[in-house]
C-alpha cells in the first residue's frame, strides 16, 4: 500500500490550502488516519487526527484553523486537511498517516509554505 499526498504550495500568511491524500488500494482495519509534519530543525509533531470510532484531535497551535476529514475515494482510503488562516509557523512538510493495529504507514510528504 502506498500513500500519495498533494495540495501543497506556497500561500501568503492568512491563506487556506487542502491536502489530500490517498492510498493505493482500499486499507482494512483502519485505527486512525492523521496528517504531521515537520519543520526544518525540528521534530515531526501530529496535526490531526482521525481515530476510527472516536475522537478528533488536533494540535493545539492549529485548533480552529484546520479541519481534518476521511472518505471513500472511489474505493480507496482517503484523508484531507482543510487549513485556513494559515500563518509563517505553519510552514513545514505535511505528512499523511494511517494506522492499523501492526501497521502503519507514511505519505512521502507535501511541502507547505506560508509566506509574504
Known amino acids: 500500500v502506498q500513500l500519495q499526498a498533494s495540495g501543497g504550495g506556497l500561500v501568503q500568511p492568512g491563506g487556506s490550502l487542502r491536502l489530500s491524500c490517498t492510498a493505493s488500494?482500499?486499507?482494512?482495519?483502519?485505527?486512525?488516519m492523521g496528517w504531521y509534519r515537520q519543520a526544518p530543525g525540528k521534530q515531526r509533531e501530529l496535526v490531526a487526527s482521525?481515530?476510527?470510532?472516536?475522537?478528533?484531535?488536533?494540535a493545539d497551535s492549529v485548533k480552529g484553523r484546520f479541519a481534518i476529514s476521511t472518505t471513500l475515494d472511489n474505493g480507496k482510503n482517503a484523508v484531507y486537511l482543510q487549513m485556513s488562516s494559515l500563518k509563517i509557523e505553519d510552514t513545514a512538510v505535511y505528512y499523511c498517516n494511517v494506522r492499523q493495529q501492526d501497521r502503519n504507514y507514511w505519505g512521502p510528504g507535501t511541502q507547505v509554505t506560508v509566506s509574504s
Open positions: 488500494e482500499r486499507i482494512y482495519d483502519i485505527n486512525s
Open positions: 482521525i481515530i476510527v470510532g472516536g475522537a478528533i484531535n488536533y
